[in-house]
């Protein structure tokens, strides 16, 4: 059974930085190309950052400089450090996975910036 389990959104302030990450389980978690996409409310879910597995990465413009995509593949496990945060990054965001025709979607951890 395919999983993406996602954890460590939350609430921070402008200017903080938050680390949520995302466990893979049920498939070739290194044959695949790892991403973050987000939703903020009333708006389409768009893409933020991706990893592909020999670590090549490539960003939204949006938040190229400030935020950074990182892959463990010995424990299945794909982070998003996000630094310098803005109240424009609210969103729930979603871990994905692609190889070919085939993605896979987490459920999403919400990501809430406000002072």
């Known amino acids: 059974q395919v999983q993406l389990v996602e954890s460590g959104g939350g609430l921070v302030q402008p200017g903080e930085s938050l680390t949520p990450s995302c466990e893979a389980s049920?498939?070739?978690?290194?044959?695949?190309?790892m991403g973050w996409y987000r939703q903020a409310p009333g708006k389409e879910r768009e893409f933020v950052a991706g990893i592909f597995p020999d670590l090549t990465t490539y960003y939204a413009p949006s938040v190229k400089d400030r935020f950074t995509i990182s892959r463990q593949d010995d424990n299945k496990t794909v982070r998003l450090q996000m630094n310098s945060l803005k109240s424009e990054d609210t969103a729930v965001y979603y871990c994905t996975a692609f190889r070919g025709s085939v993605d896979y979607w987490g459920q999403g951890t919400r990501v809430t910036v406000a002072s």
């Open positions: 049920g498939f070739t978690f290194s044959d695949f190309k």
